[in-house]
């Protein structure tokens, strides 16, 4: 078992490595000065099974590209088996048709990993489970699920919790947490004018008093999650905080996020901290190595994966 690290988020390949007690495969992921992307590696994969951890983050089309041609190039040295290990899975939300002449383009990224050589591929939360079926290989879709129930039993013990889905579409991944945590659940009714653009409607559920706790997959630019928040405080919520499992924080999100009425905003370290990230006053990640490390080694012992979550 081997273990290749890209760009996108080399202190988590790190901490993989770290807990598995296995060194990095000693590689160059460099680029030329035009920017293309060239990759060697430095020891023998030969007959290897090999473990390749990238997020496909921002820059999305960059960090895409270095997996597929790490891929292709181990794929090339005969490695016996390789997985991509993708923590965030880019393109995701781009999951079917929104509109007339339009693609789904995360069809279209499954098809570019597998041709490149993966012969299985290792996510965490996928945006729709759906895309799992877009893969013509095995697919491990993980869940931040366990780690957050057991954070917010630790950090708001005493305190009444209720679980709250930012939208109609994140239902079940909120029920899936309020029933862990024996709570209950509320639903924000949205509108959305256009793409990126957020406008709340009305909370579902009586939140006066509670502590409410929003569960989502993916915060991009915050708008849903403060509208959100928002919302939540003028129904009557004593406290809003929230859960999610992929911080993009695109454009000025950390500072919308910590001028909003957001207590904590706790993230998974899928994607790398920005430095904005690790500042702000109101977010927090919480390290997904140890479940990924352990994922990885069933994978390798070929043991079973989905009983991660029994």
Do not use: W
């Not at 999305?60 to 794929?75: P, S, V, Y």
């Not at 995360?106 to 893969?135: C, P, W, Y």
């Not at 699920?145 to 579409?169: K, W």
């Not at 999100?253 to 901290?273: H, L, N, W, Y």
């Amino acid at each position: 078992m081997k273990i290749v690290a890209c760009n996108s988020n080399r202190p988590l390949a790190q901490a993989v490595a770290d807990i598995l007690d296995l060194p990095l495969v000693n590689a160059s992921v460099r680029r030329f000065s035009d920017m293309e992307i060239f990759v060697e590696f430095h020891e023998n994969i030969r007959g290897e099974d090999v473990f390749v951890i990238q997020s496909t983050s921002f820059p999305a089309n960059d960090h895409l590209m270095e997996l597929l041609i790490t891929m292709d190039a181990l794929r090339r040295s005969s490695a016996r088996r390789i997985t991509a290990v993708v923590p965030y899975f880019g393109y995701a939300r781009q999951d079917r048709k929104t509109g007339p002449r339009t693609p789904i383009s995360a069809k279209l990224v499954a098809n570019l990993i597998t041709e490149s050589g993966a012969d299985r591929v290792l996510t965490m939360d996928l945006h729709a489970g759906q895309i799992q079926g877009f893969f013509d290989i095995p697919v491990d879709n993980l869940y931040a699920a366990p780690l957050f129930v057991r954070d917010i039993q630790d950090r708001y013990a005493g305190r009444d919790v209720m679980v709250v889905s930012p939208d109609v579409g994140g239902v079940v991944r909120a029920r899936a947490i309020a029933s862990r945590l024996h709570t209950d659940l509320a639903i924000i009714d949205k509108r959305r004018p256009q793409a990126g653009v957020s406008e709340v409607m009305n909370v579902i559920g009586d939140v006066r008093g509670r502590d409410c706790i929003l569960i989502d997959d993916i915060i991009d630019s915050g708008g849903t999650h403060c509208n959100a928040a928002e919302a939540l405080i003028k129904y009557g919520a004593r406290s809003v905080s929230a859960y999610v499992t992929h911080g993009v924080f695109s454009g000025g999100a950390v500072a919308r996020v910590g001028a909003a009425p957001i207590e904590m905003m706790t993230v998974t370290d899928s994607i790398a901290a920005t430095e904005a990230v690790r500042t702000a006053r109101n977010t927090r990640q919480l390290p997904i190595a140890p479940l990924l490390a352990e994922a990885m080694r069933r994978i390798s012992e070929e043991s079973s994966v989905s009983s991660l979550f029994d």
